[in-house]
């Protein structure tokens, strides 16, 4: 077979797809980890021997992040690192020979960055800001109160703190926009605060909405921003009807209902049965097959064995069923709570044993009474005998009992032994004496 080179040319093809067939079960077994979105939150305050970067390491949540690194890099000096403690606070002192080489610029003023690089659990953060020569440096903070509206509730507050080292800074302009809408001012009063009212409905935005606090500074003080978050989620309503299918010890619950928004049905929701037992706290959600997927309409259906709602244990349970949103735009919900009674495990139940054992003793009784005669004393002719006489009833007397006849004849065998010498004494007469009735029987 003459060589053409076709089989060399096509190893590195062979190759690659031999190894992405070996290597594909290998990919498929990684598990898929999610991790938390975190922020920095970082002020800059005077100290006497210079400055000193304080802030805090925050989830999105607002739950702090604990005994992590946070890098901080000062324009034009070596990186330091500070360790967040457990309310997820760290501080790094810049002392003012760190700032003496940027005194010979044209531009007293250094750029700082806070850096987290992340962990297993929470997702990598940077922040940055101007540390000034010529002005002192401000700080401000940023509260939401709630966190989390819907457009139908009541508007939430943001207040602005404008700080710069321990004193507070009035009388000055403060810029706040939420997401991509509009920018609103306010000025703050002597305490240094503004407040300020977003109204859910008026922001026609939905989900998770950045706001972001400014002020631009004066001729004393630096600039200084700070953001949060705030979730604008549409309010749900969760309808819910149980019908049971079968009978109480072997059919089963069938729950179904609607999940709706101010638009109509939501689609595509997750809806799961919450229960809980009288006796028995925290709920469960571990029923097989009480989980559903509302369809194109809102609308959802599953049922559930009676005996494992109960968990095999007759009583009354409460169950509700709860929307859990994971689109980031709907507010969970829950709905209207239903008594339901649940059976005991499968089988004969106990009581019937009680009652076959308390039968058994029963018949027992009557026929040892019967054998006994004891019965008859509560006959209804013995009774009325005795209502109508005064007589006491006596029972039946018991009925003779017969001696069965003996079949052979009873032997009784004597032997006289002379006292003196202890040898037999023969020929000697031996008379047998009945005690009952004195008859004497020779032998």
């Known amino acids: 077979m003459p060589y053409d080179g076709v089989v060399f040319k096509s190893a590195p093809v062979l190759f690659c797809v031999a190894l992405v067939v070996l290597t594909a079960p290998l990919a498929s077994a990684i598990p898929l980890q999610v991790r938390a979105r975190t922020q920095i939150v970082a002020h800059v305050d005077e100290t006497p021997d210079g400055v000193a970067l304080t802030g805090r390491?925050?989830?999105?949540?607002?739950?702090?992040?604990?005994?992590?690194?946070?890098?901080?890099?000062?324009?034009?000096?070596?990186?330091?690192?500070?360790?967040?403690?457990?309310?997820?606070?760290?501080s790094i002192a810049i002392a003012t020979a760190a700032l003496a080489p940027r005194s010979k610029d044209l531009d007293p003023s250094l750029v700082w960055r806070a850096e987290f690089d992340g962990d297993a659990n929470c997702g990598p953060v940077s922040i940055s800001g101007v540390l000034e020569g010529a002005r002192s440096p401000s700080s401000i903070r940023l509260e939401l109160t709630p966190r989390t509206v819907t457009l139908d509730s009541d508007p939430a507050k943001a207040v602005v703190s404008v700080r710069s080292g321990k004193g507070t800074v009035g009388?000055?302009?403060?810029?706040?926009?939420?997401?991509?809408?509009?920018?609103?001012?306010?000025?703050t009063d002597a305490d240094g605060d503004v407040a300020f009212l977003l109204h859910p409905g008026a922001l026609n935005q939905q989900g998770r909405l950045e706001v972001s606090a400014r002020w631009p500074g004066d001729h004393r003080f630096s600039p200084a921003q700070a953001t949060r978050d705030l979730r604008v989620l549409q309010s749900t309503r969760l309808t819910l009807r149980v019908a049971r299918e079968g009978s109480l010890e072997s059919g089963r619950y069938r729950f179904s209902g609607r999940l709706g928004d101010h638009r109509g049905g939501v689609p595509g929701g997750t809806v799961a049965l919450r229960h809980e037992r009288e006796d028995q706290a925290p709920p469960?959600?571990?029923?097989?097959?009480a989980v559903a997927l509302?369809?194109?309409?809102?609308?959802?259906?599953?049922?559930?064995?009676?005996?494992?709602?109960?968990?095999?244990?007759?009583?009354?349970v409460e169950a509700t069923?709860?929307?859990?949103?994971?689109?980031?735009?709907?507010?969970?919900?829950?709905s209207a709570s239903t008594r339901l009674?649940?059976?005991?495990?499968?089988?004969?139940?106990?009581r019937l044993y009680v009652a076959v054992a308390m039968l058994a003793m029963a018949i027992l009784v009557l026929l040892e009474l019967l054998r006994s005669g004891a019965i008859w004393r509560w006959s209804p002719r013995a009774l009325w005998r005795r209502f109508s006489t005064g007589q006491p009833v006596r029972g039946r007397s018991p009925a003779p009992e017969k001696r069965r006849?003996?079949?052979?004849?009873?032997?009784?065998?004597?032997?006289?032994?002379d006292a003196r010498t202890g040898l037999d004494v023969p020929g000697a007469v031996a008379t047998l004496t009945r005690l009952s009735d004195g008859h004497e029987e020779p032998a």
């Open 341 to 350: 009674p649940v059976p005991g495990p499968p089988g004969v139940p106990a």
């Open 405 to 417: 006849p003996l079949r052979r004849p009873d032997w009784i065998s004597a032997r006289v032994i």
């Open 294 to 316: 509302t369809d194109a309409r809102g609308h959802f259906v599953f049922a559930v064995p009676t005996q494992e709602l109960g968990q095999r244990e007759p009583g009354v």
């Open 284 to 289: 469960r959600v571990d029923v097989p097959g």
């Open 171 to 187: 009388s000055v302009p403060v810029f706040l926009r939420v997401g991509d809408g509009a920018e609103l001012v306010g000025a």
């Open 321 to 334: 069923v709860v929307y859990l949103p994971g689109d980031g735009l709907h507010a969970p919900t829950t």
């Open 57 to 90: 390491l925050l989830r999105d949540d607002e739950e702090p992040v604990g005994d992590v690194v946070v890098r901080v890099r000062l324009e034009g000096a070596p990186a330091r690192e500070a360790k967040t403690g457990a309310d997820g606070e760290f």
